[in-house]
Every structure is written in C-alpha cells, then in structure tokens.
C-alpha cells in the first residue's frame, strides 16, 4: 500500500507473554529465527501501548518510553525495526514513537515482547500495512523473538521454521492457566537475553542437547495443552524453565539469573504442591519468577509467594489477548505523560 493512503498516526496495545517451553538461541541473528519452536501464555498484565505517529518534518525518528527520550540500543532498535516497515510501505517518512510500559523494563518480565508486539501493530496500522495475524508475528518477530507470540492472545506457539515466511506464532488451544508473578528485582539485567544467547550458542557444551530437546519437548506440550492436561503443561514448563537456565549456567563466562529469592518462590512452589495445591514455577531471563496455576487457585499461591517477597510484589494475572489497535487512544507526549511514568 503506498504511504498516501496511510493512516498516519496509530496505537496499539500488547501484552508480555512467559514462555512455557522456552525460546532460547537463534540461527539466524538478522531474521531472528529460533534454534528451536517456543510456547507461551500471554498475559492480561503489565501492557505496553504504544502510539506511532508519522513525522514529515523531521530527519530521524524519536522515540519516548514512558515519558523521557529514549536512546542509545533502545532508540537504535525501533528505528532498525522501523525501516523494516518503511521498505515494505515503500515509505521513507520518519516517526515519533511513544510507549507505557507498564512491566519493570528488563527485568526478564518479557517487556521487549509486549514493546515490539505493539510497536509492529501500530507501525504497520501507521504506514499503511495490510497485514494478517501470521505476517504481523512474523514482523513482530524481527524486533525481539518473542515479540512473535505476543501478536497472539492466550497460548501460542512459535513455529521455529525454516526462513522469514515459516517462522511465526499461532494460537493453541489450551485449559484456562493464570500466572502468579513473583517480583524479586526490577532492576535491568546485567546481560541482556541476547548477548547471553549468543554466549550460549558459541560456548555451551549442551547447546546442541537443548536444540533436540526442545523440539520434543515442544510437541509434548503441544500434546499436553491439547489434551487440557494441566498437571503435564506444568510439569513440563518447570522442567523446560530450569533446563533453561541450566543450560545457561554452563556458559563460558558462566551466567546466572536465578537470585537466591528466586531459589526460595521456586521452593515454596514445590512445598505448595507437597500441599496438594498444583502450582508450577518457570523464569525467563531475569530473577522474577512465574507460578502457573489453575485460575480458581491463584489468590491462595498469591497469599503465600507475599510471605516469601512481600505483599507488594505479588501479581496475579491471567490469560491476555493479542496486540490489537487501540482507535481513539494516544499515549500522551512528555509534558503530559509524567504522572504516568512515574508510576
Ligand atoms: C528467556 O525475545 O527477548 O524470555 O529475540 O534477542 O530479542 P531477542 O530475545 P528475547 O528472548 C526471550 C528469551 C526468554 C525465553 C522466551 O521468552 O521464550
């Protein structure tokens, strides 16, 4: 579609999603194509909403993040994934971006997912894109691997495939799963996800086990969620979560997430299950950790993971939708975004 008839201005909203079989490690760093297929639950918390504005006056694109200029990899990775967009609309116009994240940026809390989930949507909706749900994962999927579930509402699973075409999330059915997020630290991670799996991929000496793997592992969630069988969704998603960072804490240099508090949600887990409460941990590249749980439990996991990090930091959240457009909506420029970002 050519830039005249584009919209112009759009925003979106898209929410993070926690991997149940993790994504970890690419074979193509410029598609962003995974070594393996992934599966998630989206989420209905900490969205991000962001609003796409074609700029003709200026040279560069801007982008704000919850009310301050952003720059530096951040301001580097939305104008890459903007030209993205730019070369499929045959447009050459720059944009100003505005975000509210509403999760601890970077705090393994998935917010690049949610972040490029609704960039790509209200991108796409500014410029002019007529794009099916495949074909906006896929673009998605070139800002942050994960972003490609996030397109996708409640459970998805990301297709490792072959080239850009066969690489995207779709849904799954599953029985209705809640999430109790434990919030250990919120600070940003020392490594990001990418640099680590780089490190993965060129130092571990299991990183051809966890490829294979996954693949199995993958089809028996599949199986798992198809059959609405709880108890193995979970089973499998603390196992695959703790493989996870098994693997990568045989890195050279080694890297650890995990926090000693983390260690302790995930033991209160286990004491919870001992209980007869089924509740199943998993953590993405952060310390923050994620219960599954059926949704009519949540609230009693809820009360006991405050005892263990107190009652601030302690979320229940269940199944989200996929990124849509918001029509109507903007976030609001600085001046008037500061109430929001501060909080
Ligand atoms: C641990 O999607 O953030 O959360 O593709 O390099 O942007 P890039 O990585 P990203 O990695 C997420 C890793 C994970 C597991 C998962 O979400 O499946």
Redesign the pocket.
């Known amino acids: 579609m050519s830039q005249a008839s584009a919209p112009g201005a759009a925003t979106a909203r898209a929410f993070p999603?926690?991997?149940l079989?993790?994504?970890?490690g690419?074979r193509d760093e410029d598609l962003?194509l995974p070594v393996a297929g992934?599966l998630?639950l989206t989420l209905d918390a900490f969205p991000t909403t962001t609003t796409v504005r074609l700029d003709p006056g200026r040279d560069q694109d801007t982008f704000e993040l919850n009310g301050a200029a952003a720059t530096g990899t951040a301001a580097q990775r939305v104008t890459a994934f903007l030209d993205l967009v730019r070369e499929r609309a045959g447009a050459t116009t720059r944009a100003s971006v505005r975000s509210v994240n509403e999760a601890p940026t970077g705090a393994?809390l998935?917010s690049?997912?949610s972040g490029?989930a609704a960039l790509a949507t209200a991108a796409a909706a500014a410029y002019g894109l007529d794009l099916d749900t495949s074909a906006l994962s896929r673009l998605a999927?070139r800002?942050?691997?994960?972003?490609a579930?996030s397109v996708i509402g409640n459970v998805a699973i990301w297709h490792a495939g072959t080239d850009d075409e066969t690489s995207f999330a779709e849904p799954v059915p599953a029985p209705d799963l809640a999430m109790v997020v434990a919030t250990v630290d919120c600070a940003a991670k020392a490594i990001?996800?990418?640099e680590a799996?780089r490190r993965t991929a060129s130092s571990s000496p299991y990183f051809v086990a966890w490829i294979t793997s996954t693949e199995t592992t993958l089809t028996e969630m599949v199986a798992a969620c198809r059959a609405g069988d709880f108890t193995r969704i979970g089973q499998i998603t603390e196992a695959h979560a703790l493989r996870?960072h098994g693997l990568i804490a045989s890195t050279e240099p080694p890297i650890r997430y995990l926090q000693p508090r983390s260690i302790e949600v995930m033991d209160a887990v286990v004491a919870l299950r001992e209980e007869g409460v089924e509740a199943y941990s998993t953590a993405?590249?952060g310390p923050n950790v994620a219960v599954l749980v059926r949704p009519e439990q949540a609230e009693a996991v809820a009360a006991r993971l405050r005892d263990v990090v107190g009652p601030e930091q302690v979320r229940t959240t269940g199944a989200g939708p996929g990124a849509h457009l918001l029509s109507g909506t903007e976030v609001p420029a600085a001046a008037e975004a500061s109430t929001e970002a501060g909080s």
């Open positions: 999603n926690l991997a079989v993790k994504y970890w690419k962003i992934s998630s393994g998935a690049s997912a490029f999927r800002g942050s691997g994960s972003a579930r990001s996800s990418r799996m996870m993405d590249a």
